[in-house]
């Protein structure tokens, strides 16, 4: 995590807010859990469980326009449907999962990660055309249940390709 990104960055100025907070069930003065300030951390779990949050909502979309689009055929069906849960994806894993709105521009965002999406596009293009082969019409559910699975092995790659991508390049302050 110490290559520099091939696009253009913007410098980090300050330290990453709630890197110090408590975990996610330790008091702090208010009543109950504190849930949303752990998750609003940026330790590597933080991040993952956003990635993950982010990751399941993005499949939402595709799954949904996925069904939409499915009557074209399961091919232009899939490519559609992962380009844009895919621009929505990288935009939410900027904004939410890696704080990087500051550091990364959109179009940058989209051209580094969208660039490690193309491996799980292909991945699951692939998978699709297998179903397709050994199956022939596969309910679009049984497609769908196929592309989240492959996405999910996809996804820990991904997540750690994202950190690299979307890391802070300045030093973070000591406490």
């Known amino acids: 995590m110490t290559c520099p990104s091939p696009l253009r960055r913007r410098p980090v100025a300050t330290e990453i807010p709630g890197d110090h907070a408590p ?37 939402a979309v595709y799954a949904v326009l996925f069904l939409a689009l ?21 935009e939410l894993h900027r904004r939410l999962t890696f704080r990087a709105e500051d550091r990364v521009g959109w179009l940058a965002a989209q051209i580094e990660a969208g660039g490690v999406s193309v491996f799980g596009l292909v991945a699951t293009s692939i998978a699709l055309r297998w179903l397709d082969l050994t199956v022939g019409a596969a309910h679009p559910f049984v497609q769908i249940a196929l ?13 750690l390709a994202l950190r690299w991508i979307f890391r802070p390049t300045g030093a973070r302050s000591a406490q």
């Open 23 to 59: 975990g996610p069930l330790r008091e702090t003065g208010k009543a109950g859990p504190v849930i949303f300030e752990w998750l609003r951390r940026d330790d590597t779990f933080a991040q993952f469980v956003r990635f993950v949050l982010v990751g399941g909502s993005s499949t």
């Open 70 to 90: 499915h009557t074209l055929g399961y091919l232009p069906a899939h490519v559609m449907s992962t380009v844009a849960s895919t621009v929505l994806a990288n």
């Open 147 to 159: 592309v989240v699975a492959v996405t999910g092995l996809i996804g820990l790659i991904r997540f």
